[in-house]
């Protein structure tokens, strides 16, 4: 369930991710395509290099077999291209975790919070530039390349798929939450410190039910 920004998807230039080549002028109405090849060739530098600051204009375009110029069109500077990017792999999350199945109510919750960490594992350079400020959204804000509502709403979809499975547990008798928003943001920061610090410190003696650890008691579930 990949965002279509991400990859060589339907119409995407074969030279995306080959670094090589000159791409082939599109025809008229064929924009979108460009659009969608300029994404897949940040895409590729990105998961290669595993750094957000090796994703420049100059390094997309060489990548994709255009002119510079060629990106301006379609984004405005490097950090429409991050957001772009930024954008779809939330998407990309939200789509794992609307999959998680279960048995029952709390099943189904912890399934969604092992997504949320497989997630971070299987893709950690899009994780990433999710949560670690490779763009600057304020700046975008203030020189019109993004709206509040925009720079706001990242993982909006994605925090309410942790508060719609909270509130069936509660609903179901699985969890004592008073608040399943707020329990649902608390959840998420869990699993966001754990999943960091995971990355971070690979070679740590990390408990094998360490996940249970953090999700069970700021859910609330009932023993």
Known sequence: MMSSGFGLGPGASPHAGSGAGTRARNRRGEGARLRDDILAGAAAILDETGDGQAVTLRAVARRVGISAPSIYPHFADRDAILFALTRAAFAELTDRLQAAQGVDAEDRLISVCNAYLDFAVTHPERYRIMFGGVFDGARAVADGTLTVEEATGLGRDALQVIVESLDACVQSGQS????????????????????????????????????????????????
Do not use: E, K, M, Y
């Not at 928003?181 to 990355?199: T, Y």
């Open 176 to 223: 004592s939450s008073t608040n399943t928003f707020a329990d649902a943001v608390a959840l998420w920061l869990g699993l966001h410190g754990l999943a960091h610090q995971r990355s971070v410190v690979p070679g740590f003696p990390w408990p094998a039910d360490i996940a249970a650890r953090v999700i069970r008691p700021l859910a609330h579930l009932v023993p």
